[in-house]
């Protein structure tokens, strides 16, 4: 299959791995009201206990500076982005920091926004993506091993909150991940862990993934297939050859699951 080819066709694929956040469910909008939450608590409390003004975390800014990050590299990008002490406040390494000195870590403020990102699971809930579904479905006929991943935790709660837990024979999370920092290194070490738990290896199997550090780590690691998702493509007008600037590492780049052509439909 040529680069960026119209016709994405999966003949030959044994196992299908897809991107919980943006493939299986739009959960963009659950993570970042749980960012919000988690930093709009500790901004309050900080303004309150310094005299400083309180200035909220802006959805459309701010959270554009932590999209396709890890969480730990989200929380230190705010960080960085705001003044004073609030950069040395959340640089404390993952898993590190004084319990006693009302400084925040990364790791707590991960924890935080975790919980806060469950919350709204149960209460609010999320959509599969229907084409993703169809997909999976049809891929699973024919007898193609399928697998959620994430860079993030909470990947089986939100499969299973989209209705989609049937649809795989495997969901992998950050949790295979634990100790590894930047969003690459974390996706390289979930589908690692992906093909050991499907026992297919990647140059036998294809990853539809929506972010560019999973698709960076899916090429590193040899998948016979890698396509990025970029739902901002669709019905805009762009070529499919134009869709990959970008997206290093992908094999093609598509804006709905839909244009993958699976095993015996013609495409």
Do not use: I
Request: aromatic share 6%; with cysteine; glycine share 12%.
């Amino acid at each position: 299959m040529a680069r960026g080819s119209a016709l994405v066709t999966l003949e030959g694929v044994s196992a299908m791995v897809v991107e919980v956040d943006g493939v299986v469910a739009d959960t963009g909008p659950l993570h970042a009201a749980a960012w919000k939450r988690t930093f709009d608590e500790l901004l309050r409390e900080r303004a309150r206990g310094r005299g400083g003004r309180f200035r909220p975390f802006d959805l459309r800014h701010d959270y554009r500076l932590m999209y396709g990050k890890s969480p730990p590299e989200a929380a230190r990008a705010f960080a960085a982005s705001r003044d004073g002490g609030l950069a040395a406040w959340a640089l404390s390494p993952v898993g590190e920091g004084d319990e006693g000195n009302g400084d925040e870590t990364v790791a707590r403020l991960w924890d935080r926004k975790d919980r806060y990102y469950l919350d709204s699971l149960r209460t609010v809930g999320t959509a599969a993506w229907a084409p993703t579904a169809a997909l999976l479905a049809a891929l699973r006929a024919q007898g193609v091993a399928t697998a959620a991943v994430s860079c993030n935790r909470g990947a089986a709660a939100t499969v299973q909150a989209a209705g989609m837990a049937g649809l795989f024979d495997a969901v992998v999370d950050g949790w295979a991940a634990e100790g590894l920092v930047t969003a690459e290194e974390r996706y390289a070490a979930v589908l690692a862990e992906t093909a050991a738990r499907l026992g297919v290896a990647p140059r036998s199997s294809a990853a539809l993934l929506s972010s560019t550090p999973a698709v960076r780590a899916a090429h590193r690691l040899g998948f016979r297939l890698v396509v990025a998702v970029d739902r901002d493509s669709a019905g805009n007008g762009t070529p499919s050859s134009d869709r990959l600037t970008g997206w290093s590492g992908a094999d093609a780049v598509v804006a709905d699951p839909g244009e993958l052509t699976t095993p015996g439909r013609p495409g």
